[in-house]
Every structure is written in C-alpha cells, then in structure tokens.
C-alpha cells in the first residue's frame, strides 16, 4: 500500500471556478503535512502547510481530517496561473502522484 | 536565492556510463538530504536518504549498487548512477530539510537523458 494516494486528475477547470483535490494517506501516525506546486520539470515548490485547525492563504484553503487520514486543498476563483501539478506531502518526504489542473480560458 | 545548489541541470550521456550529480546546500548544513526520481507524468519517487558521515537509507526497490549516495560533507551529497541505461533516463531532484516535520528545499533538478 502506498503511503499517499492522491487522485492524479487531470482537473480542466474554466477561469474564477473553484477546485478541490484531496490526498489520503496511509500512517495514522503521521505528523506532518504540506502541499506543493510543481510547474513541468521544476523544482516543487511549497505552497501551504496544513494544520489540523485547517489553514487560508487568499485563494487557498488546506484542510486535514485525521479521523479519515486525508488532506484536502481547495483553491477558489482559478486563475490561468494556477495551472500546475498539484502535490501532497506526508510526514516530509513521501509525495502523493500529484494532480494536473489545467485553468481554461 | 536558492538554499540548495544542484548540477547539473541537464545531462546526456551514453549508455553504460557513470553520471554523477550534486547537491549542495547554501548558507546551512545539511545533515539529512534526500533524493527523488520523476518519471514523466509520476510522481517524486523518494530513493534514499542520506546522512552525513553514514550510509545511505534506500527505499525498497532502488539498487544501492546502482545508485551511489555520498554524504561526506554537511554541504555536499552526491548521487552516481552507475552503467547507465536508458531505464534510467529521468528527472532526479535532491532536497533537504532541518527535520522531516518542516519543509523541504529543492535543488533545481537533474533531466538525465541515457542514449
């Protein structure tokens, strides 16, 4: 069993929709959590950790459900520049398959 | 800046031979570097953990003796593919952070290409 599962899409969202990907995770045990960004062969790059209180950043919210063991983000009003692979990190360093959202125009 | 400097960015080479490449970490000491594989529309695959000053903890599946993992350094870890194969052509990317609670920092990516 994989330590995280996450749904890899691809999400094809219009522009201002709002989008929600959700990752679950394996450990019970497990401490901490983050989701990422990753343009095409870049480096991921850190977009919000989430806490068990649930976190907002702007257009960004990251929820966690310990009781279900998944991690969730919801991005509203989308913008063309949101379109990126999307990825969960558990625990630091085990990464879920990522999900691909494309924003239309 | 960059907190992790990696090299090269790109590299084409003949089957067969050995590639090496480098993390280094920028302005702190990294302890604890790790090194991932993204295939084309994968996922990061973690591969190994390296440590200074010890040996490499390998994920369940990658060939220790295919893939070397150096740490002698606080500063710098280096990961060597061994007799390249075309199998092996994919994005390698090494990261570090202070503890496995807080965030990573990337190097900037390997794009391997095995002729």
């Known amino acids: 069993r994989k330590e995280v599962e996450q749904d890899p899409g691809p999400f094809n969202v219009p522009e201002g929709a709002t989008v929600a990907f959700n990752c679950t995770y394996s450990n019970s045990a497990s401490q901490s959590f983050f989701w990422y960004r990753q343009d095409c062969r870049k480096e991921p790059k850190l977009l919000m950790s989430v806490y068990s209180s649930g976190n907002e950043d702007g257009r960004f919210t990251a929820q966690l459900n310990r009781a279900s063991q998944y991690i969730s983000l919801l991005i509203r009003d989308s913008k063309l520049s949101d379109s990126a692979t999307y990825l969960c990190?558990?625990?630091?360093?085990?990464f879920g398959t990522g999900t691909s959202l494309t924003v239309i125009p | 800046g960059a907190v992790v400097s990696q090299h090269p960015s790109r590299v084409i080479c003949k089957s067969g031979t050995s590639v090496k490449i480098e993390c280094r970490s920028l302005d702190f000491q990294a302890t604890t570097m790790f090194w991932y594989r993204q295939f084309p529309k994968q996922s990061l695959m973690l591969m190994a953990t390296?440590?200074?000053?010890?040996?490499?903890?390998?994920e369940q599946g990658v060939e220790k003796d295919k893939f070397l993992i150096n740490h002698a350094s606080l500063t710098l870890s280096t990961l060597t593919v061994t007799s390249a194969h075309p199998e092996d052509s994919s994005f390698y990317i090494c990261?570090?952070?202070?503890?496995?609670?807080?965030?990573?920092?990337f190097g900037s990516g390997t794009q391997l290409s095995v002729l």
């Open positions: 990261s570090t952070g202070a503890t496995t609670n807080e965030k990573l920092f």
């Open positions: 390296s440590n200074e000053g010890s040996k490499a903890t390998y």
């Open positions: 990190v558990v625990n630091g360093v085990y």
